[in-house]
């Protein structure tokens, strides 16, 4: 069975930066698309980043050019450089898992929970002004 194992979360400033990262367990890891989401008090999660298998990046409007996503198949690895954070970006930060998709995936794909079967637990990201 596939975990995934946020890290990297805390209480920063605003204009600050946070690098969360996330591993998950099995062979499939290469398979698979990767996505960030997070989720504030009172909201429902949104999407925030995500990556194909082919390294394609996409981003959220709130959060294009702060915001970098990168993977390492490698070490079964994928992480969020959140630079720039602003008290918006206080959340619970989620790092989600797509079952084996094809090599190249649209922005509608990566963005759609749905598109998702794995989930991590969750990482507090809050930032203070």
């Known amino acids: 069975q596939v975990q995934l194992v946020e890290s990297g979360g805390g209480l920063v400033q605003a204009g600050d930066s946070l690098r969360l990262s996330c591993t998950a367990s099995?062979?499939?890891?290469?398979?698979?698309?990767m996505g960030w989401f997070r989720q504030a008090p009172g909201k429902e999660r949104e999407f925030v980043s995500g990556v194909s298998r082919s390294g394609e990046r996409y981003y959220a409007d709130s959060v294009k050019g702060r915001f970098t996503i990168s993977r390492d198949n490698a070490k079964n690895t994928v992480s969020l450089q959140m630079n720039s954070l602003k008290p918006d970006d206080t959340a619970v930060y989620y790092c989600?898992?797509?079952?084996?998709?094809?090599?190249?995936?649209?922005?509608?794909?990566?963005?759609?929970?749905?598109?998702?079967?794995?989930w991590g637990q969750g990482t507090q990201v809050t930032v203070v002004s």
């Open positions: 099995g062979r499939t890891f290469s398979e698979a698309a």
């Open positions: 989600a898992k797509t079952r084996r998709v094809a090599f190249f995936a649209s922005y509608a794909y990566v963005s759609n929970q749905n598109s998702y079967e794995t």
